[in-house]
């Protein structure tokens, strides 16, 4: 197999990477015209492979498929295919990039350009190099999720790292150094875990393979299976972040620059959940099966806990990084309940949280570059001098608490329908996060926006064109796919079809009672 469609796909960020990191450091235009240039390039080339994919009853799991031999001693392979579930991450992927380009492109021009408060004394950051690690971020992102080698996966899991390392800690807030730090570490650490899985992967099944499609139902049951399923699952419980591994997620996003965080809260994370569902469930099921109560009730606990922190945040950035581990527990939830619904729903909740939550961040980004300040209590009234802003921060607003209409209210009832058929009583308290989100959004909303207009908001400018074509389009996807999500989900079903049979679980038969007249 020598499909090179995804091969292409996944070198285009890569080249475009390497040539805004050969410029010159006086050529920042060029290197964000450049950046801009090659992302929408890669959003063009993926709706070409996304309209070329079959979703048809008889279409291969995995198309696209490329497969050539990298270390023969080991048998591992340059493997890329993608399903269902990894062609819609791709594609939200890829959709968020140029927005985070044009959303950033002055803010890193100079000191009093930048978005946030900088650490007295520090020194002028390279503007061409923050845009090529955006670039090369997006290669590696793309490579996850298509990778079909574990061992090739296991390799951009932990590549992923560098150039968000380098994000954080270079371009973000007076504390960006301990916090890529925490970041760094904490998924190093998941990352030797998952290794040393990877590895006993390798050796018990004895295919001496690391192809996805050869492991699969060939790690023997009990205790071995069930190691290994850890290894793997805290890997990505760290990465998602799934309470209590999400400690890493609040600092990271307060202090990473606001593109940094889009991304690293819109995409990075959900490689967690979506190596839950391309390892975790048909490597491991019987493993799966055994942690899955536990699992649902950590996401639970992870729903409620983390919506009561975001209502008492007055760092604006950290709150957003609260609303996401709240997110993350509704995804948990739907792909550990074992139904069709609750994983496409979790799947269509990773993509539209992505869109949604990376909008929220590029606005508060905005704001925060008018104010130079985090906190709430600084703003007040700014929706009577910046009407456009308030307008976008409302929406993306209304999207993050799942209002009727936006997309994200699909994924989220599909989610709790899907729970609620398994396990009703968690899906009852995972209900009342979303009155909670109803809370911290609306206030977070009022205190900047509403009220009397302070000396300091009234010399805000509104947005101009640039910034707006930054957020509209991911706006008008969230509302486009709230009102017909359908094209999206005839992708998602057949590949969580499969996964819940890698798993051996169906859905539950429905439990009619008494029908009319007493007839069961």
């Known amino acids: 197999m020598h499909n090179p469609a995804l091969v292409i796909l996944v070198l285009i960020p890569l080249i475009g990477s390497v040539a805004v990191f050969s410029l010159r450091q006086e050529q920042a235009k060029l290197a964000k015209q450049l950046s801009l240039a090659v992302s929408l390039i890669v959003v063009v080339y993926t709706a070409v492979v996304g309209f070329a994919f079959h979703t048809d009853a008889h279409a291969e799991r995995f198309q696209f498929r490329g497969s050539w031999s990298w270390i023969k001693a080991f048998n591992v392979h340059i493997a890329v295919g993608v399903d269902g579930i990894a062609l819609v991450l791709v594609a939200m992927s890829v959709v968020l990039v140029p927005a985070v380009v044009l959303a950033s492109w002055n803010s890193f021009d100079s000191r009093s350009g930048a978005e946030e408060i900088v650490a007295p004394g520090a020194k002028q950051r390279s503007v061409k190099n923050y845009f090529a690690l955006l670039l090369l971020l997006e ?55 998952m290794l040393a899985s990877v590895i006993g992967l390798y050796v018990t099944t004895g295919s001496r393979s690391f192809a996805i499609t050869d492991l699969i139902g060939k790690v023997p049951d009990g205790a071995t299976q069930k190691w290994l399923f850890l290894g793997f699952f805290i890997a990505f419980a760290i990465k998602a972040p799934l309470v209590p591994f999400h400690t890493w997620l609040p600092d990271a996003g307060a202090e990473a620059p606001a593109g940094g965080a889009a991304l690293l809260v819109g995409v990075l994370d959900k490689v967690g959940t979506f190596g839950f569902l391309r390892y975790c469930l048909p490597l491991f099921p019987g493993a799966s099966r055994y942690f899955a109560p536990t699992i649902l009730i950590l996401s639970v606990i992870g729903i409620l806990y983390a919506a009561f922190l975001a209502i008492g945040q007055r760092d604006m950035k950290r709150l957003v990084a609260y609303t996401s581990v709240a997110h993350f527990g509704f995804i948990g939830l739907g792909i550990f309940a074992f139904t069709t619904q609750g994983g496409t729903g979790a799947v269509l909740y990773m993509v539209n949280h992505g869109l949604s939550t990376g909008a929220l961040f590029i606005v508060v980004g905005l704001l925060i570059a008018r104010g130079k300040s985090r906190n709430v209590d600084d703003y007040g009234g700014a929706a009577k001098v910046t009407p456009i802003l308030a307008g976008l921060f409302l929406l993306t607003g209304l999207s993050a608490l799942a209002l009727p209409g936006m997309s994200t209210f699909v994924s989220e009832f599909l989610v709790l329908v899907g729970t609620f058929t398994r396990h009703k009583g968690l899906a009852v308290l995972a209900t009342t996060g979303i009155v909670l989100a109803a809370i911290y ?48 989900l005839d992708v998602i079903n057949p590949a969580v079809r499969a996964t819940l049979h890698d798993v051996h679980q169906s859905d539950p038969t429905p439990d009619l009672g008494t029908a009319v007249g007493g007839v069961r």
């Open 139 to 193: 290669f590696f992102m793309i490579g996850v999720f298509t990778a079909t080698d574990v061992f090739l996966f296991y390799v951009f899991f932990e590549a992923m790292l560098v150039p968000m390392y380098f994000i954080i800690g270079s371009f973000g807030g007076p504390r960006r150094q301990y916090a890529a730090m925490k970041f760094f570490l904490y998924s190093l650490v998941g990352g030797l875990l």
């Open 441 to 488: 959004v609306l206030y977070l909303y009022q205190r900047t926006f509403q009220g009397r207009v302070s000396e300091k908001v009234a010399k805000f400018r509104d947005l101009n064109v640039r910034e707006t074509f930054a957020v509209a389009p991911l706006i008008a996807l969230i509302i486009v796919l709230g009102v017909y999500p359908k094209p999206i």
